[in-house]
């Protein structure tokens, strides 16, 4: 299974005035067209939040547009600058969508299992687990112990140590207890994530949890070569029965 990875879009409303809209949208638009060039092609494409800036409808208008061409499916979980309720409609159906309003749903079809986690807190920029988040990721997980399974979210549950804020969660108990659910699961093979702009890999739960550069290349945090400033960047995610998950980083011709 080849899974592709976008991530912290940060898309803006067209604005003739704001370079940056057009940046970020083209960014958007040569990574979707980058990854339909592939062969073999990806089997899905996971968006891992900050799809827009502020959640405004003519940007969600803009995400569909640019994500529409995309030619296998795409699997989304909402980043803070998203929230939930914006998103709901636009990429998340009635089943994706549990009783406490967040999002949480699996994808089944796939040689390796996906399920989405929201990771919103709801009063900032920061994420949480409520008991219910956890608790529907335990039961999910125990639906199908013997697959293969990667989750995906918009915040790292790590601490990045190059950032400015490391550990980008409202309290260290929520994290340790998701540690806990995944540790007991030992079929979770990867956490994907966003949030961070950089590239960032580390255990966590008995697994391997990494986020990668934002694909809004204003946005990138961390050091990188001057041949990267403008490309956009999204990342392959080849997953082998027998080592896991191989992941890439790939530049997008400009």
Known sequence: ??????????????????????ARARALKQSVADINSLDPRPDAVIHTGDMTQTAAATEIALACELLAPLAMPLYVTPGNRDGRQALIGAFFGDDCVADGGFVHYAVNHHPVRLVAIDSLSGNNNKGNFCRARLDALDTTLAQAPARPTALFMHHPPFDVSTSLYPFQYNCRQAVAELATVVSRHDHVVRIFTGHSHRPYVAHFGGTVASTMPSVAP????????????????????????????VSETRLVDA
């Open 218 to 245: 204003d946005l990138r945090q961390g050091d990188y070569p001057a041949a990267m400033a403008d490309r956009p960047v999204y990342q392959l995610h080849r997953f082998d029965a027998r080592g896991g998950f």
């Open 1 to 22: 299974m080849i899974l592709a990875q976008i991530t912290d879009t940060h898309l803006m409303s067209p604005n003739p005035a704001e370079p940056r809209a057009a």
